[in-house]
């Protein structure tokens, strides 16, 4: 039983130290978001599992960690000061913000476009409901700042952007991971970073938000390599990843990007949806990206390199002072490698792992408990250490001595802070796959009870065999 919405993960997000409101002590900052002591664990839990997946299982990736501030005209030849627009229309009414292109339009007007029915006074404010809108006009989504000490607001020397992807730190650094590792094509690099877009309608907690996470891929092929055939093969390779974190097929849906949606450099595009508002009634409604698998043709090494020219003959780009083509030594052939772009969110997928997780069970009391069922290899804490009485000394000793044994091995923590019922809820709320408590006997028998989050069962352990058991059941 997944979440029945995001505001369910909200709640409890807060309360047990996954994502707080960001500036809250100043009434907050519309979209941002601070992860706190187990939201870190669990983003971090998230990416390594991309890292080892993507660059360590495989033999054909590299890993790399680009600028966030890059060369101006890195966003000048890869077309995103020209192009990384949204339609942005305001009400004049109450001031909303809206996106042109994700405002209902009404059935039978579809055809006549956006501008034209604002015009005609047939697109109403879905906030106060006025049809007195703006015209749509584009607004370009990178923020902007200056660069050096005696940089003045608006002098276009000085002009820089926060990187809207990850992507083109991997796009630039093409030639220097080829040939310092010695990479033939077919082969990949990644990356995971911070990315920023000064989104018109940033909302839904963590889903869509002015700055965020990404884990990138380019792949680099040969021109005549069957680069739809690959967007599926990525497609899904991926689909199986996000299973293999505890994301159910059944809240996956693939979405082929129409034409017109296309981003720029795009020549196909497949979209992972996830099903994030499980509460709309409608169901196509119900749906949201969690990532994308592109094909970006040569479009973004050839637009920075020194060399290309365009279909007239002239250089694309008389300010790269690198060329980014590849010579292939078998054909003795060289060419500009053609790209498949995996593009996940970090932010994105670690929402929908809590939404998939998010459980509720009865206890024999009638009382109704949360279970996050993550997967362990995500579970920000892996065995929670509890004494069953902390006014015990020689107890309270054993269970800190046990933490601090596991400590090495995974991730443990001790909690003495209530009584053990309380001690179980918390662990199961948070997803804690083991609770170990120390009880009495334990200081006769040296054995503990190890009580499983999803079952609710208990064993009892000899403490010399702990690290091994947790261990296998971890890896189960
Ligand atoms: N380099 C290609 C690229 O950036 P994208 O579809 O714009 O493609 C990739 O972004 C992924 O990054 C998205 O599928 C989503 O998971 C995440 N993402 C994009 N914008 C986001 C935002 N404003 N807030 C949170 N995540 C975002």
């Avoid at 992807?165 to 082969?187: C, D, H, S, Y």
């Avoid at 500009?336 to 069970?361: C, F, Q, W």
Wanted: charged share 30%; net charge negative.
């Amino acid at each position: 039983m997944p979440a029945p919405n995001i505001d369910t993960i909200v709640s409890l997000a807060k309360r047990r130290g996954f994502v707080f409101p960001s500036s809250e002590v100043y009434g907050g900052l519309g979209s941002a978001w601070d992860y706190g002591p187990l939201g870190v664990e669990l983003c971090n839990n998230v990416k390594q599992s991309w890292w080892r997946w993507i660059v360590y299982d495989r033999d054909d990736i590299e890993g790399i960690d680009s600028s966030i501030i890059l060369n101006r005209l890195v966003w000048q030849y890869s077309g995103h000061e020209a192009t990384f627009h949204d339609p942005l229309v305001d009400c004049r009414e109450c001031k909303t913000r809206l996106r042109a292109d994700k405002i209902d339009l009404p059935e039978d007007g579809k055809g006549s476009g956006v501008a034209e029915l604002i015009r005609q006074k047939r697109v109403k404010c879905p906030n106060c409901e006025s049809t007195d809108l703006t015209e749509p006009r584009l607004f370009n989504m990178m923020f902007r700042t200056t660069l050096g000490a005696a940089a003045v607001e608006d002098d276009p020397t000085s002009l820089a952007y926060l990187r809207p992807e990850t992507a083109q730190g991997i796009f630039i650094n093409f030639l220097n991971v080829q040939t310092a590792m010695r990479r033939k094509v077919p082969f990949g690099i990644a990356q995971i970073g911070k990315s920023f877009r000064n989104e018109i309608t940033p909302g839904n907690f963590i889903l869509r938000t002015r700055e965020f996470e990404q884990m990138e891929m380019e792949y680099f092929v040969k021109p005549d390599a069957e680069h739809l055939k690959l967007v599926d093969e990525w497609v899904e390779q991926y689909v199986e990843w996000f299973k293999g974190l505890g994301i159910s097929g059944d809240n996956l849906q693939l979405h082929e990007v129409p034409a017109e949606e296309l981003a720029h450099y795009s020549k196909r595009t497949v979209d992972i949806m996830y099903r994030y508002f499980p509460e709309r009634p409608e169901e196509p409604r119900q749906w949201e990206e969690l990532m994308g698998i592109a094909y970006r043709t040569d479009f973004d090494l050839r637009s920075h390199s020194s060399k290309a020219v365009d279909g007239e003959g002239t250089r694309i780009n008389p300010d790269s002072t690198e060329d980014l083509s590849y010579f292939d030594e078998t054909t003795k052939q060289r060419f500009y490698p053609h790209v498949i772009e995996p593009a996940a969110g970090v932010n994105r997928t670690v929402l929908a792992v809590l939404m998939d997780a998010y459980s509720e069970k009865t206890n024999d009391k009638g009382e109704t408990r949360v279970i996050l069922k993550v997967v362990p290899k995500l579970a920000p804490i892996k065995a929670a250490i509890l004494p069953l009485a902390k006014n015990k000394p020689e107890i309270v000793g054993m269970a800190k001595a046990i933490k601090r044994s596991l400590q090495p091995v995974l991730r443990a923590v001790y909690d003495d802070t209530g009584g053990i019922g309380k001690l179980y809820a918390r662990q199961d709320e948070i997803g804690t796959p083991f609770c170990v408590t120390v009880d009495h006997q334990s200081l006769e028998d040296e054995a503990v009870t190890v009580r499983d989050r999803d079952t609710w069962e208990q064993e009892r352990i000899k403490v010399s065999n702990l690290a091994e058991h947790l261990q296998n059941r971890l890896k189960e």
